[in-house]
């Protein structure tokens, strides 16, 4: 089995400000897709960014941005220019694709965006 | 935006009861699956249904859990006899592995009280 690992239980970031979430993972496979969601209080699990691990180069989508790390099994999320909406449980997945594409999820940050 | 969505949003029942959590995936989907939240904690499999059958199930999943897609709309995960640590959210999810994406989709997710 796939083991997620998110070592930051919580992270504050003020207004306007950059946050890098970590996340690491352990696979045999060289075939994968990571993902991030966000998942605010009202605990719609929403995603947020998307990679594939035979693609370089890193995912981007507006404010947030990865850094693949392949053969580190790195791959950190970055929130760029923070905002209020932005505070969530940020969650990191790891999908190997088969038959059952089932993801496998980290124990996920807290973010707290401060005005 | 087709969205997936879940019924009901909240359900108290007694321990020993049946309940019965009702999804309606995205209509072109092909992959289904239930997750699960117990508060606090990270989200977890626990099974995976395609082509009206499971394709792989946690070991959380046991007999007491049961999956069907009785019609072409609706998936539901029935809890046969509840048990106070069957107290979570539940999370349908939905996929189209055909886009190569591998992008679920998440409902809003099942509030369960067991009392």
């Known amino acids: 089995a796939q083991t997620v690992t998110q070592s930051q239980p919580e992270m504050s970031v003020q207004e306007a400000e950059t946050v890098t979430l970590s996340c690491t993972y352990d696979?045999?496979?060289?075939?994968?897709?990571l993902f991030w969601y966000k998942q605010p209080p009202s605990r719609q699990m929403i995603l947020v960014i998307r990679?594939?691990?035979?693609?370089?180069q890193n995912a981007t989508e507006n404010r947030f941005s990865v850094n693949f790390q392949k053969a580190a099994k790195s791959f950190s999320l970055k929130i760029s220019d923070s905002q209020l909406g932005d505070t969530a449980m940020y969650f990191c997945a790891f999908m190997r694709p088969s038959n059952d594409y089932k993801l496998s999820f980290g124990a996920g940050t807290t973010v707290t965006v401060r005005a | 935006e087709p969205e997936v969505t879940q019924t009901p949003s909240h359900q108290v029942t007694q321990m020993g009861q049946e309940v019965i959590l009702r999804c309606v995936p995205i209509?072109?989907?092909?992959?289904f699956y239930w997750y699960r939240q117990i508060l606090g904690q990270k989200v977890e499999f626990l099974v995976s249904f395609y082509n009206n059958e499971i394709s792989e199930k946690s070991e959380i999943f046991d007999d007491q859990f049961s999956v069907e897609r009785p019609d072409g709309s609706n998936f539901t995960l029935k809890i046969r006899s509840t048990k106070l640590e069957d107290s979570a959210m539940y999370f349908c999810?939905?996929?189209?592995?055909?886009?190569?994406?591998?992008?679920?989709?998440f409902g809003p997710g099942t509030r369960l009280t067991v009392t």
């Open positions: 696979t045999s496979e060289s075939n994968y897709y």
């Open positions: 990679q594939e691990a035979y693609k370089q």
């Open positions: 209509s072109n989907h092909l992959y």
């Open positions: 999810a939905s996929s189209d592995s055909g886009t190569g994406t591998y992008e679920q989709y």
